[in-house]
């Protein structure tokens, strides 16, 4: 229904059934999942020609394959004679798909290479490949898909300001190519996806859902940049427009390394590499800013030291799925500290993300049984205030709004442009 987004997402609240509604998951996953950029993984997950991974684009289950030729595709999970899953596990390497029903042969690319027994089928049926993304593309090495082949250029989908988020994490190794080798840990949880890019870029909530992690890790940086509310400190909350948005650190830190938590003694060997390949003051200002802390509509967070995807699984759970950050070409003992660090902030049994997903879980608990509002003027229960610094965020000239690390202009950010995408691909 033309307006039904207008009605449920405003400038400063949306409504709670945006949460529970199956209706509009489902509109979700065609709207948003199926006829836009999703984040798939990345290039190093698949470096040499037969190497794949499983991924999901919304509901569908897809196979991210290097071809023969280098090139990435993106199949369908699915058998194109009766739709049997044809791969199971979550990686692997192969010369090509044998579906394991009634034996057809696919190759890397997708296409039909054999059919068994071939002779009671008419020749006349023609070729029968598996379903493939319409549009594959990558930035740095992080690859995205979609499968209607009409989402546009994928620099128009990240823009300015999410290509910049990639660059800003990717430039911090010495060869300028992060990789994925230290593997993904998901987690499910019994929450709608939408809380992920709202809890993921929340600056509101560290005092006090991740109070425990304050209390145990005294001196880690987050004192510094994101505890104590407006009067502590200078980070910022970022809308760069077309759903990217930023809690941007960098003006908070109060020495170098704050994000390794180190000092440059420790990392010598990375410190110098750095400066090699960008010269000293950029190296400077990298071991200072340190990896961005960003989101990219619809499933990408660049998280510090983590990169995570948000998949859906259904109206009421979702996955959600991170890496450790892996620099390309430094001592092995760094990259260890990044794992360990990622542990320690996102693993399951780590400070952060199982506190969240409590939350997101009471959260959609909160939610159950909501209607949707009729119209504009349907003021009635279960709507959700996200006009925290809206009054006061800055308006730049390049587009960007600009407010505190504790306001919700990242959570209005994503909103605004769901709201968008909802709209213009009803
Ligand atoms: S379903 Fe795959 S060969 Fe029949
Ligand atoms: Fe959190």
């Not at 209390?215 to 880690?220: C, H, L, Q, S, Y």
Request: with cysteine.
């Amino acid at each position: 229904m033309a307006g039904q987004y207008a009605t449920l997402v405003r400038d400063d609240r949306v409504h709670g059934s945006l949460y529970t509604d199956p209706t509009i998951f489902a509109e979700e996953m065609d709207r948003i999942f199926r006829r836009g950029w999703v984040f798939l993984g990345h290039e190093s997950e698949i470096a040499a020609p037969g190497d794949w991974v499983t991924r999901s684009i919304g509901l569908e289950s897809v196979i991210m394959v290097r071809d023969r030729d280098g090139a990435i595709r993106v199949l369908a999970n699915r058998c194109a004679h009766r739709g049997n899953r044809l791969c199971w596990k979550e990686r692997g390497h192969d010369s090509r798909f044998q579906c394991i029903y009634h034996g057809w042969t696919f190759g890397l690319d997708g296409s039909l290479r054999a059919v068994s027994h071939k002779a009671g089928f008419d020749p006349a049926r023609g070729d029968m490949p598996l379903d493939r993304a319409g549009q594959v593309d990558s930035h740095r090495g992080f690859i995205f898909a979609n499968m209607s082949g009409d989402a546009g250029p994928l620099a128009d989908h990240l823009g300015a300001g999410g290509r910049a988020l990639i660059d800003r994490l990717c430039d911090l190794s010495p060869s300028g190519r992060i990789h994925f080798g230290a593997g993904w840990i998901g987690h499910r949880v019994e929450s709608n996806w939408k809380m992920w890019p709202e809890s993921d870029s929340d600056g509101y909530h560290l005092d006090f859902v991740h109070a425990s992690m304050l209390r145990a890790v005294p001196d880690n940086y987050y004192d510094e940049t994101v505890i104590g509310g407006e009067s502590k400190n200078v980070s910022r909350a970022i809308d760069h427009g077309g759903g990217v948005n930023e809690l941007d650190l960098r003006p908070s830190y109060r020495r170098e390394l704050a994000w390794l938590g180190t000092s440059r003694d420790k990392v010598a060997s990375y410190c110098a590499a750095l400066e090699a390949r960008h010269g000293k003051e950029r190296a400077d200002r990298l071991l200072w800013d340190g990896p961005p802390h960003g989101f990219i509509f619809p499933n990408l967070f660049l998280g510090e030291g983590n990169v995570a995807r948000v998949d859906p699984v259904d109206v009421g759970a979702v996955l959600h799925v991170h890496t450790a950050l892996q620099l390309e070409g430094v001592d092995p003992a760094l990259n260890r500290r990044l794992v360990r660090q990622s542990e320690a902030g996102l693993g399951p049994a780590s400070f952060i993300v199982p506190d969240d997903a409590i939350i997101a879980e009471r959260m959609q608990l909160g939610f159950q049984g909501l209607k949707p509002p009729l119209n504009e003027s349907d003021n009635g229960p279960g709507w959700v205030d996200l006009s925290r610094g809206r009054a006061r965020e800055s308006h730049e000239a390049n587009g960007t709004r600009v407010g505190h690390v504790s306001d919700e202009t990242t959570n209005r950010s994503f909103w605004r442009h769901y709201r968008h995408v909802m709209e213009s691909r009803a």
